[in-house]
């Protein structure tokens, strides 16, 4: 996670308290659950995409906001980030280990918000 948020203990036990303002948490958490975090955890839950994959996965989002999105969560280590030497350069995102381990809460409340909505009818 080299760059990114470090959520290292000097203590064992030791916990941060999310409710202050300083606490570095609290940004990763602004990331995560922004209007574009969520679904770009998601979107990547299950397969590296390159940047115009999740463009297409994620209806409605702008190639600006996805990219601030991505660069946000690169940076807090939730995502990672490898560009091909190509002309284009392909750039391909992937979630992390502790991107993997945010984003499966994520997907139990999606999958559980889908399983109480009413069944979609067929126009």
Known sequence: MAGGAQFTRDEPGERYDVLHTDCPARDVLDHVTSRWG??????????????YELR???QGISEKMLAQTLRALVQDGLVWRKVEPTTPPQVTYGLSEFGR??????TELFDRITRWLPPRSAS
């Not at 969520?38 to 940047?51: A, E």
Request: hydrophobic share 50%; proline share 4%; charged share 25%.
């Open 38 to 51: 969520v679904w770009v955890l998601i979107s990547l839950r299950s397969n590296d995409l390159r940047f």
């Open 56 to 58: 297409e996965s994620i």
């Open 101 to 106: 381990d945010v984003g499966e809460p994520l």
